[in-house]
């Protein structure tokens, strides 16, 4: 559990803290736009005004629902990993392959050293954060993910190549920390595609977060997880963030056998459905999650990324969670408060650093009397 981490960062947040995992739907004005920037119709400048403009209606939206932890939504992005491919040194532009579905995207090519541009996110978080009080998210994709969603024709191994990468995302960590950002999430989707991959996607990943003072999330989806848990525990983040619901919370059998000891972002919200959860569904489901998380360690989000769903969608899916989220507060607000509950750390040491005095002090007596005789 990090609430004291997150404490030491200045960060006070809320039981069962809500979020996202990153992207929100674009409005029609903005994907008109983007297919006309694709068509070399209008400048780059004219579609980050619109950028802009949608990104102020989701932190905005965020806000009023009611979220704890913002995000930037990623107006500006396309695909998570060509996001980043497109600006690193080292990657050139592949054609297009499919990724689920209909969906097609250009997988990027590992043509040389890959090395850091210099911030590739920071400009959007910066905005992203001017809009509110809130904590704005840092939004990565993570080094081992980037690594196995592209071809590799210059390093020697997928192992080199995946912890070259940590070293760039670990410079934009550091870049995102020194502009303020307290919450980074490194998504790492990829994570269980291959498990005996594991230890150096762990590896990888200590690279990034060793000794940064922020508050990591890793967000996985619609993985195998039976074959990397609980070995994925060792991943050096504060936070997994597990899509359950689309699997019908089939993980919490995982966790039963296996304690979870990490904080858990619980997506609630199948972001593959069209239909608005009802608050007393995701009610429901977090009861669940109550049953094998401590509620300090617990976050309550989406599945994943919104940007599938229609904006009304994304809106009434975030309403009911919200809703859900507040009665559960308030249930756990009245719940009778057990004798002893607030423990402090500090008092406890305390009281058993005395203790210890206390009964060497007798034995010393008694060995003293001892002595006497
Ligand atoms: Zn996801």
Not at 16 to 43: M, N
Not at 244 to 256: C, P, R, V, Y
Not at 301 to 320: H, I, M, N, W, Y
Not at 342 to 352: A, D, Q, T, W
Request: glycine share 6%; charged share 30%.
């Amino acid at each position: 559990m990090s609430r004291a981490k997150l404490e030491k960062l200045g960060l006070t947040l809320p039981l069962l803290p809500t979020s996202t995992v990153g992207s929100f739907p674009k409005p029609d004005y903005l994907l008109q736009a983007r297919a006309r920037f694709a068509r070399k119709e209008i400048t780059q400048k004219e579609l980050e005004v619109l950028e802009k403009r949608a990104t102020e209606f989701w932190v905005q939206q965020q806000e009023e629902i009611g979220l704890d932890v913002l995000v930037d939504g990623e107006q500006y992005r396309g695909d998570m990993v060509a996001y980043f491919a497109d600006v690193m040194p080292g990657f050139r532009m592949g054609g297009l392959v499919r990724s689920y579905g209909n969906r097609y995207y250009h997988k990027p090519i590992i043509v040389g050293e890959i090395r850091w541009p210099g911030p590739m996110t920071v400009k959007w978080w910066r905005f992203a954060q001017g809009l509110t009080s809130k904590p704005i998210k840092g939004m990565l994709t993570g080094p081992y993910t980037i690594m196995d969603w592209s071809f590799n024709d210059y390093y020697p191994d997928r192992k080199s190549a995946c912890l070259a990468l940590a070293r760039v995302i670990r410079k934009e960590v550091e870049a995102l920390v020194e502009a303020g950002a307290k919450v980074i999430q490194i998504d790492e989707p990829a994570l269980s595609v291959r498990p005996e991959e594991l230890p150096f996607a762990i590896e990888a990943m200590q690279m990034v977060t060793d000794g940064v003072p922020a508050y990591f999330i890793t967000h996985i989806c619609y993985g195998a997880f039976e074959f990397i848990y609980p070995r994925m525990l060792r991943f050096p983040v504060h936070n997994f963030d597990l899509e359950m619901s689309n699997s019908g919370l089939d993980l919490i059998g995982l966790f039963k056998k296996h304690p979870f000891n990490k904080d858990l972002s619980f997506g609630v919200l199948d972001v593959h459905s069209h239909k608005i959860e009802s608050s007393a569904l995701v009610k429901e489901r977090i009861e669940k999650a109550l049953q094998v998380i401590p509620k300090e360690a617990l976050w309550v989000d989406p599945d994943c990324g919104l940007k599938t769903r229609t904006v009304e969608e994304a809106q009434g899916k975030l309403r009911s969670m919200v809703a859900a989220v507040k009665e559960i507060r308030q249930a756990l607000d009245k719940a009778p408060k057990r004798k002893r509950r607030r423990i402090e750390v500090g008092s406890v040491v305390k009281k058993r650093r005395k203790k210890i005095r206390k009964h060497k002090y007798k034995k010393m007596r008694r060995r003293m009397r001892h002595k006497k005789k």
